[in-house]
Each structure stands twice: as structure tokens, then as C-alpha cells.
């Protein structure tokens, strides 16, 4: 049986149909729309396969138009910007039904030498993964079993994700916890991903768009359980620093400033096991309580 690791390679692994044009499978799942984070991923390997592979990405920007039904194919349309002497930009269009559901832009720059180097020190006071249930030990520590449609995901999910504070399942224990607005998560694929550094960064795209949401809500509901609010990813950004492996464990230290206005912003620093910082990342999020008009409306 495939495991999900090499599901997401495969998920990632697109059509090629035209010179500039890609088709990307959507996964026919029990979900409202498709995930996000496929489609961020997806839309930078066909920006990523446009160009001649010497130049790493090292930003994107992107934007969530409309939500993505599951099981139909996304085209992506790729427009080659530019091809300069340092950089190298494209614009893609994600496409589902005749209708554009998403746009990303996206730059890559091969790293130079002789530039400023400096990094602010990262948070460290946090558990090794391997001391960290994962998400679905803690399900089943708390309910006993895993519910089968929790069961059916998890077995599915290509990374291993693991909260450093246990999970909280009821407002009493958010009220006693007086939460900041801040998450933190190990995380890691679940399986080898190839030596293909576009896929480590396509990978990643994929992953930092599961749990950065999560530092909006901390203060106000818990992270399982019975929800309050509808959340959907209006945009997205990242800045990518250094190499990297998403199947080694990478530290996705969360926050959020602000939420107002039925918006909430997100901001996510992902560094590896020694502390360089690898990526920085930039999310807001639609948020509005269960019951009121859809997030994609």
C-alpha cells in the first residue's frame, strides 16, 4: 500500500499538457473544498518546472479566490514573467471548472555569497518531538479511540505533526490557561520524500498552510472539539532562507498580532532541529461563527 508520503509526491508529481500549462489531481475526499495548502503546493511545481532548476525559490505570494471542489483536476497556468540575470519570477493561475480559484507568484534567486548574515535568536523552550504524542495519541488518550472519520484522516496524513502543550478540548481549560496567541508544532513527513529539492519546498508549502491558523483561535475556542467558528485562508506568503528537508523534523513556531473585522493574521517561522531559521510565513484567515454565511461567500 502507498503510504502518504509518497501519496503527497505523487499529489505533487503534476501533468504536464502544454509548454506553460499543468493538471493537478484533487483527491476525492470528505472535505468542504480542497486544502489549501495542495493547491500552494501544486501551483509552485509548475512554476518550479518552468524554470532551469539552478535557482532555488525564495518567495511566494499567494491568494485563495475560491474554495476548490475535491475530486476534480486543477489546471495551472503558468506565465513566464521573467528571466532576468539574478532572478527569475512566475505567475500562475490554478483553474477548476473554467473558474480561478487561486493565483500565486512566485520568485526564485540562486543564494549569493559575501551578504549580510544574521538571525535573531529562535524561542527555545520547547520538547524534543520524539518526548510529544502526536495529535492522534492525544485523540485517543482523551476519547479512548480515534472516531472513524478522525481514524480515516489520520491515516492519510502525510505529515506527522506533534503540538508542544497538550491539546485543549474545552473552554474551561483555555479560560485556565489565559492562552497567548501562539501555537508551536513539530512536524515532519511521515515517509522519505525523494532528493528533489523542489519537492522538500512544495512539500512544505503544503504543510505550513495545516496549523498556522491555529495561533488566531488558541485564545478563544479549542483546537478540538466542538468549534465556534468557519475558517478559510484568504492568502498566503513565505520567504524561503535556507535549505531544507521536510522529511526531518522542522519546529513551525506560530503567532498571531491581530484579529479583527472577521479577519485574523497569522505569522509562522520554521526552523530545523539546531535553530536556523528556514522559512518565514504570512497568513490571514476568514473567520466567522458556525451558522452565518460560508467563508467563500
Known amino acids: 500500500m502507498t503510504n502518504p508520503a509518497e501519496r503527497l509526491v505523487d499529489l505533487l508529481d503534476l501533468e ?39 535557482r532555488p525559490v525564495h518567495s511566494l505570494h499567494a491568494y ?3 474554495p476548490g471542489r475535491p475530486g476534480v483536476p486543477i489546471v495551472y497556468q503558468v506565465e513566464r514573467v521573467r528571466d532576468g540575470r539574478s532572478f527569475t519570477t512566475r505567475r500562475v493561475t490554478a483553474v477548476q471548472e473554467g473558474r480561478t480559484i487561486f493565483n500565486l507568484t512566485a ?9 549580510i548574515e544574521h538571525q535573531l535568536p529562535p524561542r527555545l523552550d520547547f520538547p524534543d518531538p520524539e518526548t ?37 478540548w474545552t473552554p474551561g481549560e483555555i479560560k485556565e490557561k489565559e492562552s497567548d496567541p ?67 523534523w522542522f519546529l513551525y513556531d506560530q ?11 497569522a505569522r509562522g517561522r520554521i526552523y530545523d532541529r539546531a535553530g536556523s531559521l528556514l522559512v518565514s510565513v504570512v497568513q490571514e484567515g476568514l473567520f466567522r461563527p458556525l451558522g452565518a454565511a460560508g467563508p467563500s461567500s
Open 182 to 248: 501562539r501555537s508551536a508544532v513539530w512536524m515532519r513527513a511521515v515517509g522519505p520524500l525523494g532528493d528533489d529539492p523542489l519537492v522538500h519546498t512544495c512539500a512544505l508549502t503544503y504543510a505550513s498552510d495545516m496549523t498556522l491558523l491555529d495561533a488566531v483561535r488558541i485564545p478563544v475556542e479549542p483546537l478540538w472539539g466542538r468549534r465556534g467558528f468557519d475558517m478559510a485562508s484568504l492568502d498566503h506568503a513565505m520567504w524561503f532562507h535556507r535549505p531544507f528537508r521536510a522529511d526531518e
Open 64 to 66: 485563495f479566490l475560491r
Open 132 to 168: 510529544l504524542p502526536t495529535v492522534a495519541e492525544e485523540i485517543r488518550e482523551r476519547l479512548g479511540a480515534l472516531p472513524e472519520a478522525l481514524e480515516r484522516m489520520a491515516r492519510r496524513q502525510p505529515f506527522d505533526i506533534r503540538y508542544t502543550e497538550r491539546l485543549r
Open 107 to 115: 520568485s526564485f534567486h540562486r543564494p549569493e555569497e559575501g551578504s
Open 255 to 265: 503567532e498571531s498580532p491581530i484579529s479583527h473585522g472577521g479577519r485574523g493574521l
Open 16 to 54: 504536464r499538457i502544454e509548454v506553460n500549462i499543468f493538471r493537478g489531481l484533487s483527491p476525492d475526499e470528505s472535505l468542504q473544498r480542497v486544502f489549501g495548502g495542495q493547491v500552494a503546493g501544486q501551483a509552485l511545481v509548475a512554476a518550479g518546472r518552468t524554470t532551469d532548476g539552478e
